[in-house]
């Protein structure tokens, strides 16, 4: 009984560990039969944005300058003129005031007007008229209104003043401004410009003082700021091959006036008179010229006359701008050029504002003379 009995333990344990070794065989089957763990996959990279480049903003363009009216130049020619030029009327109208008009009062009428570069021979001729007028003992009439008749007669009321600005059979006018460096020559071109501008004219302005770069650009400045058409060429240019060009563009775009600035050198007349008259040779290819501007400084007396003789005889003037009048000029000079040249001034300048030009009114002269 006791052997039966440790014979079924011993089978039972045999069974147990055969059992054992079994599942122990599955379990390493099982295990190494497994698929082998995947290394994590990094999610793609999201490709860099591209930023396209942005377009070059461009900058506004200049809003375009409503250039004044002639009217209200006028206004302000009177008004200028008044405060600049008064002291000339007034000192003469308190010597032709007097009670008793005697050499001495004579002689010192004669020494303002010489004084204020009216020049001697128009000097004498008022001083003559005047004494014929009011020399009569108990003579009534007023001597403001026989000094304003007698000034106006001198300064020429029946003067053409009119600017040639339109050319025949649909050309353009051409108009040629001379003149030396520094009397304002380049501005009194952008100057004039406004003015046809307000007149609704289309300009086209030719820069042909390439000497000097300066001038080149401020000619382009004030185009840009009335909006009209500026031909140039680099500097050194030959000026006669600018302003053939200036008139041609006129021609083609149906210009109403091309307008060209010239050089200002006055080395020796020889070599002026062969560049201005190129330059007018040139042009009159295309159009012939309308207007001949000569610009003066006012407040240059003497030497301004001097520079206007060498340029009548150089090239064939038809006008004469004054500028800086409102300043140390004195008012005779607008008469004793008159008379120098034969020619009539046109325009005048106020000051340094864009639109302080204005055409010449020979009465507004003369009331701003009396003040």
Same mark, same amino acid.
């Given at each position: 009984?006791?052997? %039966?009995?440790?014979?079924? %333990?011993?089978?039972?344990?045999?069974?147990?560990?055969?059992?054992?070794?079994?599942?122990?065989?599955?379990?390493?089957?099982?295990?190494?039969?497994?698929?082998?763990?995947? $290394?994590?996959?990094?999610?793609?990279?999201?490709?860099?944005?591209?930023?396209?480049?942005?377009?070059?903003?461009?900058?506004?363009a200049p809003a375009l300058e409503k250039p004044e009216g002639t009217a209200s130049r006028l206004v302000r020619l009177r008004q200028r003129l008044a405060g600049s030029q008064g002291g000339l009327g007034r000192g003469l109208l308190a010597l032709l005031s007097r009670d008793r008009l005697d050499e001495d009062t004579w002689e010192s009428?004669?020494?303002?007007?010489?004084?204020?570069?009216?020049?001697? $021979?128009?000097?004498?001729?008022?001083?003559?008229?005047?004494?014929?007028?009011?020399?009569?003992?108990?003579?009534?009439? #007023?001597?403001?209104? @026989?000094?304003?008749?007698?000034?106006?007669?001198?300064?020429?009321? #029946?003067?053409?003043?009119?600017?040639? @600005?339109?050319?025949?059979?649909?050309?353009?006018?051409?108009?040629?401004?001379?003149?030396?460096?520094?009397?304002?020559?380049?501005?009194?071109?952008?100057?004039?410009?406004?003015?046809?501008?307000?007149?609704?004219?289309?300009?086209?302005?030719?820069?042909? #003082?390439?000497?000097?770069?300066?001038?080149?650009?401020?000619? $382009?400045?004030?185009?840009?700021?009335?909006?009209? #058409?500026?031909?140039?060429?680099?500097?050194?240019?030959?000026?006669?091959?600018?302003?053939?060009? $200036?008139?041609?563009?006129?021609?083609?775009?149906?210009?109403?006036t091309v307008i060209v600035d010239t050089a200002g050198r006055l080395q020796n007349k020889a070599g002026l008179m062969d560049e201005l008259g190129k330059v007018k040779r040139v042009i009159e290819k295309q159009a012939p010229v309308t207007e001949v501007l000569l610009v003066l400084d006012a407040t240059t007396g003497q030497n301004g006359?001097?520079?206007?003789?060498?340029?009548?005889?150089?090239?064939?003037?038809?006008?004469?701008?004054?500028?800086?009048?409102?300043?140390?000029?004195? =008012?005779?000079?607008? @008469?004793?050029?008159?008379?120098?040249?034969?020619?009539? @001034?046109?325009?005048? =300048?106020?000051?340094?504002?864009?639109?302080? %030009?204005?055409?010449?009114?020979?009465?507004?002269?003369?009331?701003? %003379?009396?003040?």
């Amino acid at each position: 009984m006791d052997s %039966l009995v440790l014979l079924v %333990l011993i089978i039972a344990l045999f069974a147990a560990a055969v059992v054992g070794i079994g599942v122990g065989l599955v379990v390493s089957s099982r295990r190494k039969s497994a698929p082998p763990l995947e $290394a994590p996959v990094a999610p793609p990279e999201t490709p860099p944005e591209t930023v396209a480049p942005e377009a070059p903003v461009e900058a506004p363009a200049p809003a375009l300058e409503k250039p004044e009216g002639t009217a209200s130049r006028l206004v302000r020619l009177r008004q200028r003129l008044a405060g600049s030029q008064g002291g000339l009327g007034r000192g003469l109208l308190a010597l032709l005031s007097r009670d008793r008009l005697d050499e001495d009062t004579w002689e010192s009428i004669e020494d303002t007007l010489l004084t204020a570069d009216v020049g001697v $021979a128009p000097t004498q001729e008022l001083v003559e008229r005047l004494r014929t007028r009011l020399r009569v003992e108990g003579n009534t009439e #007023d001597p403001r209104v @026989v000094l304003r008749e007698e000034l106006l007669t001198l300064v020429g009321p #029946d003067m053409d003043r009119r600017l040639q @600005v339109s050319g025949v059979d649909g050309q353009p006018g051409v108009i040629l401004v001379v003149g030396v460096n520094g009397s304002g020559k380049t501005t009194t071109v952008g100057k004039i410009s406004r003015i046809l501008v307000a007149e609704d004219r289309k300009v086209v302005l030719g820069a042909a #003082d390439t000497f000097r770069a300066a001038a080149v650009e401020q000619l $382009a400045t004030w185009a840009e700021r009335v909006g009209v #058409d500026v031909v140039r060429g680099p500097e050194g240019t030959d000026p006669a091959s600018v302003a053939f060009e $200036a008139v041609k563009e006129g021609v083609d775009v149906g210009a109403d006036t091309v307008i060209v600035d010239t050089a200002g050198r006055l080395q020796n007349k020889a070599g002026l008179m062969d560049e201005l008259g190129k330059v007018k040779r040139v042009i009159e290819k295309q159009a012939p010229v309308t207007e001949v501007l000569l610009v003066l400084d006012a407040t240059t007396g003497q030497n301004g006359l001097i520079q206007a003789r060498v340029f009548s005889e150089v090239v064939n003037v038809t006008g004469i701008v004054l500028t800086k009048l409102d300043g140390s000029a004195k =008012g005779g000079i607008v @008469v004793q050029v008159q008379r120098e040249l034969g020619v009539p @001034v046109k325009l005048v =300048g106020l000051g340094e504002g864009a639109d302080d %030009l204005a055409p010449f009114d020979a009465g507004a002269f003369v009331d701003a %003379l009396l003040g």
